[in-house]
Every structure is written in structure tokens, then in C-alpha cells.
């Protein structure tokens, strides 16, 4: 566009009528000026060129046709005659509207990431093959450095990871620089400051549009609080582990320290029991004496034996094993090898010879010794009576005394550890464990316990044995 | 009537055993420790060891293991007699080839039993 020397439009070409549009305005003749949004800059510019000064990438915004403003950036150029005098301008606008709207998409996006990086303690950077970086604002944050005071180069970078962990880093880098993604690092870094923090690094290899690596790109993220809760999470671990560990080498020793004993008591004990046997045999006239020491010999059996059983209950280490037996021929042997518990008190075993059943054969063991050993103890020198019956493929075996009973009240009671029926008429001591062994075994291989008794006249306990779904006759 | 061996650190059990098995006609020798006991096998014979598990030196499984691998006494039958009953017990004693397991406490005539119901020797 021409301007004369007082700064009117002495004429304009198609660009220009673009620029300020159809409806602008500046006609011929008009000050320019008249289109500028912000004046205070022109009289300056326009007594300048006037002077004979060129003046280029001048900013203003000027108003278009339609009322909008818009930027531009201005030459004005002064025109001279033969004789160098200053006779017109030239005034040259460049559209920057396009250009400032992308450079404000890109700053809005800037503020966004920088805002994001702030949020999510992250960071992002590139490095070149020459090893010059660029950082993002996040990375500064998480190094705890100066953009202004800090220049970024990859050796830069790796000077503020701890010695100990910038082998991994560096390696990391290295292995992207040659075209791998390499996983992952966690590392320390040491700020101005001292301070130390956590920050985890991804990066990859930076390439051009023909494959040829241009350096890395990566990003950081300050991992210091979830290392924390980490290192927090582990401690609280470790702790108790160590509790743990402590725990079960104590409860070790409790189950050697019970093997010990229950070793070293039933020693003596076979001693007892074996030899008022043979004193009994020898003076059949003093079966009165010898009988307590046979009762009391019993008892010691059966204390020792509720003792181990429940320590090995109670450590729940009780591993079951399955196993198809008949069931006459078990009962028998359990009765056999519970003579000492048994003292003068007869058993009857009235069991068909064809019921077998699957089950823990040791497990099946205490219950019946158990049981029997109840029956014996409440119902002593009277007979008892084991018996089986077979009902829709469950096996119900009973253990039946002709002790004094239980009164209704207690029933439902007997098979609490440490129960003992109040006031029992007869003094009988005991651990009051026996009869929770036998529901604590009974219902670890899915069967029931129950007790009937008239008071008065006896009383049968009985057991279930579940029979597996195949098996049922 | 047979010959019996008792293996037991503990006079008393061996006494005991003594009695039982002399009472039912049975010839008894004794050994407080396994290796006098594989000694007194060198010379003499014995149908049944009734054999002690924890006994101070060698235990009664090492004696079991020597027993076994010695042809000599191949004929001989060994009773386990421990305080330490268990399934896991009785099971390695059958499985190592224990003709018998008693458990303790034992009443007389459990000890007679085990002896009586072990196979007959051969021959």
C-alpha cells in the first residue's frame, strides 16, 4: 500500500484489501492510522520513515472491515526520488492472525501440560545425539533445580541421579540412544536442596520419518510418596515375618517339647501300668490295691494323650488322609490299644463284619479312644458297647455306657473344651478335653457328634462317617 | 517257646518285658543299648527283638536298618516298641520291615499278643 507523507493511503493492492477487508474503512485518502487499534506507536514510526528510516517487523492490530481486530506486522519503507528525497511510503502487512492463533493453541497446550506435569509430578525431555537436552517444566520440579541457573545436558542429567543408582540410568538412556525401549528405571536424585527423592524414568528412541535416530525422548515422574508407602508397606512385611517366623519356631519347640514329654511320661507310665498288671496276676487277693493304681495309671494315659492331641489340633497341622478300612477290624484294634485307658472295664464290639468306610484311619483312632476313654472314665467296670449302623449311605457309630448319664441341661455342653459336668456326684477329674477332641475330629472329615442319655441310665454317643458319593451301596 | 531278645535303655521296661515273656514260657536276654545288643547277636540267636526307638547311641531304626541287611539274622523278627506311636510310626516301621509295633504304654498281655501273632520263623 502507498502512503503520502502525511500517512493517507494514496492506494492499495488486492493483499492489502485482504488483509483490512472490502468493507474497511480506509478509503482512498484516509489516514492510515484510522485502521490502527493502538495509535501510540505510529507518529513515531511514520516521522521516521519520513526521515528516510526503514522500520520492519513492527506489531500492531488493526481493525478489518467487520469490526474485528486483528495482528499484523508492518513495514514501512520510505520511497525517494532522483534526488533522495523522501516523496511516499510503502507500507507492507503481514497477516499474523493464523500464526498468533497457533502459537496461542500451542502456549494454551504448554499451560495445560506444564499444569498436568505439576498434578501428576511428571516430567518430559528430549535429548539429542549430542547429548543437549531439553526439559520440560516438570522436570525441574522433580530435580529440584533452577531452569535459570540449571543448563541441561545429558550429563547434566545423569550428575544428579545418586552414584549408586546412574549406572542403571545412564544404561537406560544408552539402550534408547541405540534404537531400544529399554523398561523402566527407578532412581534417586539429589536436589539443590539435598534433598533426595524417587523418580521413575521411561524412555525411547527419538526417530525421523526415515527410521534414523535423532536422540531420546523420555519422561520422569517423582515416585518419592509411593516409594515411601512401599518402603513402608515392606517394613510392615518384614516386621511380620519376623513375628511370623519367631512365632513358628516357637510353636516348634512347643510340639518337640511335647513329644519330649509325652515320651518321657508314658516311659514310666508303661512301668506303672505293666507292672501292677503282673502284681495283680501275682495276689488276685489284692485286686483292691492294685485296682487305683491301674485307674490312676489310666488317667495319666489319657491326660497325656488329650495333651497331644489337642497341641497337635490347635497348631492345625492335623493332615487327613483318607483311607478305606473295615470297620469291625478298626474298632478292635483301637480297643486292643487302649487297654491301660480301659483298666477293668469290658468292651463288646457288635459291628457288622462287611461296613467299611473311608476316613482318617489315625483320625478315626481319636475319636473311638476318646469316646471310650469317656466311657470308661464316667461308667467304670460296667461294659460298653460299640456299635454301627448303616443309614442312606452314612455310617452312625455309637458308643453306649451304663454309666449314671448326663442330665438334659449338660447335654448340649459336653462337647465344649474344658466342660465338666457340675457337681458330678462321683469325683472324676480329667482335662474336660476329651469330648472336644472327638467334635474337633469328627467334623474335620464332615461328620456329626451327638450325645442321648436318660439321666439316670446310661449314656451312647454317637458319630457320623460320610461316605464318598461313589462308594454308597 | 521262643527266644527273646529285649533291647530297652530302660532297666524297668526290660524287667518288665522279662516277666511278661518269662511268665509265658519265653527264654529272654537283655540289652541297655543297641550295640551291645548287635554284639550279643554275633553269638548268640534270638527268634524276636522286642526293640526300644530312642535309646541313647545308636537308635533303634540304625539297629532295624543293620539287622536287615545282615543274612545271619534274617530269620529274626523285630517288634518296635516306642512311646513315640504315631500313624507315621507304625507306618515306617512296616515299611522297614518291623514285624510288630507296640505301643507304650503296654499291658501284658498286648506284648504277648504282638509276639504270638508274628508269622512263625521258617523252617
Known sequence: ?473 | MSSILVVDDEPDIRLLCRLILEGAGHRVSEAATAEVALGLLRTTSADFVVLDIRMPGMGGWEMLARVQHDERLDQMKVIICSAHAGPVDQRRASAEGAHGFLAKPFLPDELLRVVQAAPAPAG
Open chain 1, 1 to 473: 500500500m502507498r502512503l503520502d507523507l502525511d500517512g493517507r493511503v494514496v492506494a492499495w493492492n488486492r493483499a492489502a484489501a485482504r488483509i483490512l477487508g472490502s468493507r474497511s474503512k480506509l478509503a482512498s485518502g484516509a489516514p492510515f492510522i484510522d485502521a490502527i487499534v493502538d495509535r501510540d506507536g505510529w507518529p513515531v514510526l511514520l516521522a521516521r520513515a519520513i526521515n528516510g528510516e526503514r522500520t520492519e517487523g513492527f506489531h500492531i492490530e488493526v481493525q478489518q472491515g467487520n469490526g474485528r481486530n486483528i495482528p499484523v506486522v508492518i513495514a514501512l519503507v520510505p520511497l525517494r526520488d532522483e534526488r533522495d528525497r523522501t516523496v511516499g511510503l510503502s507500507l507492507v502487512l503481514r497477516d499474523l492472525s493464523e500464526q498468533v492463533f497457533a502459537q496461542q493453541t500451542l502456549a494454551e497446550s504448554e499451560r495445560r501440560v506444564t499444569r498436568a506435569e505439576a498434578l501428576a509430578l511428571t516430567g518430559s525431555f528430549v535429548v539429542d545425539v549430542h547429548g543437549s537436552a531439553q526439559w520440560s517444566a516438570g522436570m525441574y520440579r522433580i530435580h529440584g533445580t533452577d531452569p535459570a541457573q540449571f543448563t541441561v545436558t545429558l550429563a547434566d542429567h545423569l550428575g544428579l541421579v545418586l552414584e549408586q543408582d546412574r549406572g542403571r540410568v545412564s544404561k537406560a538412556l544408552e539402550h534408547a540412544m541405540s534404537g531400544e525401549v529399554p523398561p523402566g528405571v527407578d532412581h534417586r536424585v539429589r536436589h539443590t536442596d539435598g534433598t533426595v527423592t524417587w523418580v521413575f524414568m521411561a524412555v525411547e528412541p527419538r526417530l525421523d520419518a526415515r527410521g534414523q535416530i535423532l536422540g531420546v525422548s523420555g519422561v520422569c515422574q517423582d515416585i518419592t510418596a509411593r516409594m515411601a508407602s512401599e518402603t513402608a508397606l515392606h517394613d510392615a512385611l518384614r516386621r511380620e515375618q519376623a513375628v511370623s517366623d519367631e512365632l513358628r519356631r516357637v510353636d516348634a519347640l512347643k510340639d518337640e517339647f511335647l513329644a519330649t514329654v509325652s515320651h518321657e511320661l508314658r516311659t514310666p507310665l508303661t512301668s506303672i501300668a505293666g507292672f501292677a498288671a503282673l502284681l495283680r496276676q501275682a495276689a488276685p487277693e489284692r485286686a483292691d490295691l492294685v485296682e487305683p493304681i491301674e485307674r490312676n495309671a489310666g488317667e495319666m494315659h489319657r491326660l497325656i494323650q488329650h495333651l497331644l492331641d489337642q497341641a497337635r489340633l490347635e497348631s492345625g497341622r492335623v493332615i487327613l488322609e483318607p483311607t478305606q478300612f473295615v470297620l469291625a477290624d478298626a474298632v478292635r484294634s483301637v480297643v486292643a490299644n487302649t487297654a491301660t485307658l480301659l483298666g477293668q472295664t469290658t468292651v463288646f464290639v457288635d459291628i457288622a463284619p462287611d461296613i467299611t468306610v473311608v476316613m482318617d484311619v489315625d483320625g478315626f483312632g481319636h475319636i473311638l479312644r476318646n469316646l471310650l476313654g469317656n466311657a470308661a472314665k464316667h461308667a467304670g467296670g460296667a461294659t460298653i458297647v460299640v456299635s454301627a449302623q448303616v443309614t442312606d449311605g452314612t455310617v452312625i457309630v455309637s458308643v453306649a455306657d451304663e454309666g449314671p448319664g448326663i442330665a438334659p441341661e449338660h447335654q448340649e455342653h459336653l462337647f465344649d473344651p474344658f466342660f465338666q459336668v457340675p457337681g458330678e456326684y462321683r469325683s472324676v477329674r480329667g482335662t474336660g478335653l476329651g469330648l472336644a477332641i472327638v467334635r474337633r475330629y469328627v467334623e474335620l472329615q464332615g461328620g456329626k457328634v451327638w450325645c442321648e442319655s436318660t439321666f439316670g441310665s446310661g449314656a451312647t454317643f454317637y458319630f457320623t462317617i460320610p461316605t464318598p458319593q461313589s462308594d454308597s451301596p
